[in-house]
């Protein structure tokens, strides 16, 4: 079936260090979005790509859609404890619906 | 205001028994999901309706019936309650309107404990 591969699973990291997901899928993706979980809290929507190529900014998270619209990362510049959670890509797959990435759990250590 | 709400929040119950969760979102949007996370966090989808239609049924047991009276709602029904059952079930609402706006918006979560 067609899947959206994410990784690392998990994460660990030092408060200022730089974090990047990934999420790579088989077939073309119409769009993706990333999701930031809280500890204990439900998924927020962080950002949609969509063009080839595009890449977005907020404030530390930058967000890149590959040129083959097949894959996307989500970096964080130097985390902060605030950064801790569960991160999640999402990518529509141009005849069906929107699959889940496993997600990337990321600790950040003070 | 809550743009999507799930009750209960917590349910801790015995094995076999039935239980449900409902979902209502304001948002005016005509798409509504039902996921499971389990410890693992991985995100599951189970089902999705569209205007009260069911649209994705994912591999689940019969034993989960979702039911929408309206597109403002969708309730989970579980018979049987198994100890695998036991996750937190999020509820979701989108607007399918347009194909370049996929965003799901979540409820809080339901946190299912099946002893």
């Known amino acids: 079936g067609q899947q959206v591969m994410q990784i690392p699973q998990y994460q660990h990291v030092q408060e200022g260090e730089d974090f990047t997901t990934y999420c790579n899928s088989s077939?073309?993706?119409?769009?993706i979005q990333w999701y930031k979980q809280r500890p204990g809290g439900h998924p927020v929507f962080l950002i949609q790509?969509?063009?080839?190529?595009e890449v977005k900014k907020q404030k530390r998270l930058t967000f890149q859609f590959g040129e083959a619209k097949k894959n996307s990362s989500l970096h964080i510049t130097a985390t902060q404890t605030t950064d801790v959670g569960t991160y999640f890509c999402?990518?529509?797959?141009?005849?069906?619906?929107?699959?889940f990435g496993d997600g990337t759990t990321l600790t950040v250590k003070p | 205001d809550t743009a999507v709400s799930q009750t209960p929040k917590y349910l801790v119950t015995q094995m076999g028994n039935d239980k449900s969760i409902k979902c209502e979102q304001n948002?005016?949007?005509?798409?509504m999901y039902w996921y499971k996370q389990d410890s693992k966090k991985f995100l599951k989808i189970m089902f999705s309706?569209?205007?009260?239609?069911?649209?994705i049924n994912e591999t689940v047991p019969n034993r989960f019936s979702p039911k929408s009276p309206d597109k403002a709602h969708l309730n989970l029904h579980i018979n049987s309650l198994e100890l695998g059952d036991s996750a937190v079930y999020f509820c979701?609402?989108?607007?399918?309107?347009?194909?370049?706006?996929?965003?799901?918006?979540f409820g809080p979560g339901t946190r299912l404990t099946v002893l």
């Open positions: 948002l005016g949007h005509d798409t």
């Open positions: 309706y569209n205007n009260k239609e069911l649209i």
């Open positions: 979701a609402s989108r607007y399918s309107g347009t194909r370049f706006t996929d965003t799901q918006y």
């Open positions: 999402a990518g529509r797959f141009r005849a069906g619906k929107s699959t």
């Open positions: 077939t073309t993706l119409s769009n």
């Open positions: 790509l969509v063009k080839s190529g």
